[in-house]
């Protein structure tokens, strides 16, 4: 589970200069990668995402096999 931090400044005029590890959207990269590991090989992982994880990073990362993402 991740959650905004409401003290944290606002970056939104940076945005394109930095890169995912950088940004709030390393979140879902992140807790793809954790959710993967966490379950046995055999499960089927469906990640279920808002349109703030709609990012070509989290796209184009390797997902094992039987690992879908509904955006």
Do not use: G
């Amino acid at each position: 589970m991740w959650a905004r931090n409401p003290q944290e400044i606002d970056k939104r005029h940076t945005r394109r200069q930095r890169q995912t590890a950088d940004k709030e959207s390393q979140c879902w990269l992140s807790a793809s990668v954790a959710t993967e590991l966490a379950l046995p090989e055999d499960i089927e992982v469906v990640t279920i995402a808002d349109r703030e994880a709609d990012i070509y990073d989290l796209f184009a990362m390797t997902r094992r096999e039987r690992s879908h993402l509904l955006i």
